[in-house]
């Protein structure tokens, strides 16, 4: 039998509005109530950006907090905060949702294009979001836009200051950075550290396309409003619910089971709850 695929349900980003996708969850009790969905579905991760209540993106500890303990009183899922927050964000700012101890949290591995803005990580960022993470005990999700991003964390793996095995997400198709083609994503596969576990988070179209070849090459798969409000060409999904079942039975017809939240930390070697 074939590995559990992983599925992460990235809920809400920081770029998309309610005017593109009206189901996207914005406060903590939408985004609870979505991650319990996604869970249901098939998701084992949530990835989870707060917003105020006019929909603008936060990095808000105190947000983070009620958005974690809401999501956590409803269903076991994995979660993890983002600490990419929005484009323009202080790296001071972006750090905020580590403190509350999540399972796990993201960290871009370098600077990129994003659409009409600059996703801006700076080297020393970086290195303090690594630190803070080790020190608060939350597994990073290595985010890599970008080939360079992959190499960056080869050295830093060589210089010691990331133990193997990692995990990385490739985020493929973000305009400015790496496309989402089946060759970026095999291009990048080669240079991964050993015994790694990797993910891919397709944009539009390429959510379920490179879901699909990430299920057949033995990955992992982000799907959600994050990256993608459609289910099909001009049809927009109705819940991020929707697109975890899609990808979950996608995943049962290749033969890879879907991963439980308890499946999932043990292909992550992740210490599990309670996190106190
Ligand atoms: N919103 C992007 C600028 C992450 O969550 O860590 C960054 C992002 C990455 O979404
Ligand atoms: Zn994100």
């Known amino acids: 039998m074939s590995q559990p695929v992983i599925i992460t349900a990235a809920l809400t980003g920081a770029e998309v509005s309610k005017l593109q996708q009206p189901a996207l969850p914005i406060t903590p009790d939408e985004i609870a109530l979505a991650a319990d969905q996604a869970c249901q579905a098939g998701a084992a991760i949530v990835h989870v950006h707060a917003r105020w209540p006019d929909g603008t993106p936060s990095q808000d500890g105190g947000l983070y907090a009620e958005i974690i303990e809401k999501i956590?009183?409803?269903?076991?899922?994995?979660?993890?905060?983002?600490?990419?927050?929005?484009?323009?964000?202080?790296?001071?700012?972006?750090?905020?949702?580590?403190?509350?101890?999540?399972?796990?949290?993201?960290?871009?591995?370098?600077?990129?294009?994003?659409?009409?803005?600059?996703?801006?990580?700076?080297?020393?960022?970086?290195?303090?979001?690594?630190?803070?993470?080790?020190?608060?005990?939350?597994?990073?999700?290595?985010?890599?836009?970008?080939?360079?991003?992959?190499?960056?964390?080869?050295?830093w793996i060589k210089s010691g200051w990331v133990q193997c095995p990692v995990h990385c997400d490739?985020?493929?198709?973000?305009?400015?950075?790496?496309?989402?083609?089946?060759?970026?994503?095999?291009?990048?596969?080669?240079?991964?550290?050993?015994?790694?576990?990797?993910?891919?988070?397709?944009?539009?179209?390429?959510?379920?396309?490179?879901?699909?070849?990430?299920?057949?090459?033995?990955?992992?798969v982000r799907v959600g409003f994050e990256d993608n409000v459609y289910f099909r060409k001009g049809e927009l999904a109705h819940s991020n619910a929707q697109l975890v079942q899609r990808m979950a039975d996608v995943a049962r017809l290749l033969e890879r089971p879907v991963a439980s939240p308890s499946e999932a930390r043990s292909i992550l070697q992740l210490p599990g709850l309670p996190r106190l």
Not at 91 to 105: F, N, T
Not at 123 to 130: I, T, V
Not at 180 to 189: N, T, Y
């Open 72 to 155: 956590q009183s409803r269903c076991d899922v994995i979660v993890q905060v983002s600490t990419g927050g929005a484009v323009g964000m202080t790296a001071h700012e972006r750090l905020q949702p580590v403190m509350c101890r999540p399972e796990m949290a993201t960290l871009s591995m370098g600077s990129v294009n994003f659409g009409d803005g600059v996703f801006l990580n700076e080297p020393a960022d970086m290195r303090r979001f690594l630190q803070t993470m080790q020190e608060q005990e939350v597994r990073p999700e290595f985010e890599i836009f970008d080939s360079g991003m992959l190499s960056t964390l080869n050295k």
């Open 170 to 220: 490739f985020v493929l198709g973000v305009p400015g950075a790496m496309a989402a083609s089946v060759a970026s994503l095999v291009f990048l596969h080669a240079q991964l550290p050993p015994e790694s576990t990797w993910s891919v988070a397709g944009m539009g179209p390429a959510q379920l396309q490179l879901g699909a070849v990430a299920l057949a090459m033995g990955g992992h």
